[in-house]
Nanobody, 119 residues
Framework: VQLQASGGGLVQAGGFLRLSCAVS????????VGWFRQAPGKEREFVAAITWAGGTPYYADSVKGRFTISRDYVKDAVYLQMNSLKPEDTAVYYC?????????????WGQGTQVTVSS
């Protein structure tokens, strides 16, 4: 499976962005697709995820109420709507797909997209 992330950019605090992750299924149908981020000097952290079949969302506490993850069943894409952005949301954002039996680390990753939130 191939994942293509896009939609990053520079935005002022309080603004919004929508990230897209195009998922190309060939021989692997994901169990879930997630978004992760990594800020300079920090470890990569989980942001949000959604189950591929059922569309059940999961969020990190730091983004609950501000970010919304969704699934497009026609385009095979996952979106991350990010509202009320804060400078601490600045990071490279990655989308990843996992199987039911293995975690994201053993799954597939797309290239990152940079999100920069200015104060």
């Amino acid at each position: 499976v191939q994942l293509q992330a896009s939609g990053g950019g520079l935005v002022q605090a309080g603004g919004f962005l929508r990230l897209s992750c195009a998922v190309s299924e060939r021989t692997f149908s994901p169990f879930a697709v997630g978004w992760f981020r990594q800020a300079p000097g920090k470890e990569r952290e989980f942001v949000a995820a959604i189950t591929w079949a059922g569309g059940t969302p999961y969020y990190a506490d730091s983004v609950k109420g501000r970010f919304t993850i969704s699934r497009d069943y026609v385009k095979d894409a996952v979106y991350l709507q990010m509202n009320s952005l804060k400078p601490e949301d600045t990071a490279v954002y990655y989308c990843a797909a996992r199987s039911q039996d293995y975690g994201y680390e053993s799954g597939y990753w797309g290239q990152g997209t940079q999100v920069t939130v200015s104060s």
